[in-house]
Nanobody, 128 residues
């Protein structure tokens, strides 16, 4: 079992930046591809970014390309989401997830059911 805890969310003005962290415990995450998803109020959970188990491959939703960066530190069992140039439409509950290795080799990295473990989420609110 892997337990994931997100942190770093908050209220920020448009154009600002935040760094989300996802700390894992229970098992090492160096065998898992990791993803970030977000769920705006009243909407479905959408893919944001994913990173391969070794950090060698990263994937992004078109809406965040060039603004968000996913990274990981396997020694610290932690994944990060650096968010710059934030927009009001980025407002959502952000979730971290761990999935089997190889997700980033196909389109599976975008599919929430392909991830086995989820955190409780951290709220990001961007004011205009």
């Amino acid at each position: 079992q892997v337990q994931l805890v997100e942190s770093g969310g908050g209220l920020v003005q448009a154009g600002g930046s935040l760094r989300l962290s996802c700390a894992a415990s229970g098992r090492t995450i160096n065998i898992y591809d990791m993803g970030w998803f977000r769920q705006p109020p009243g909407k479905e959970r959408d893919f944001v970014a994913a990173i391969a188990w070794n950090g060698g491959v990263t994937k992004y939703a078109d809406s965040v390309k060039g603004r968000f960066t996913i990274s990981r530190d396997n020694a610290k069992n932690t994944v990060y989401l650096h968010m710059n140039s934030l927009k009001p439409e980025d407002t959502a509950l952000y979730y971290c997830a761990a999935g089997g290795g190889g997700l980033t080799w196909s389109s599976d990295y975008q599919d929430p059911p392909k991830y086995n473990y989820w955190g409780q989420g951290t709220q990001v609110t961007v004011s205009s």
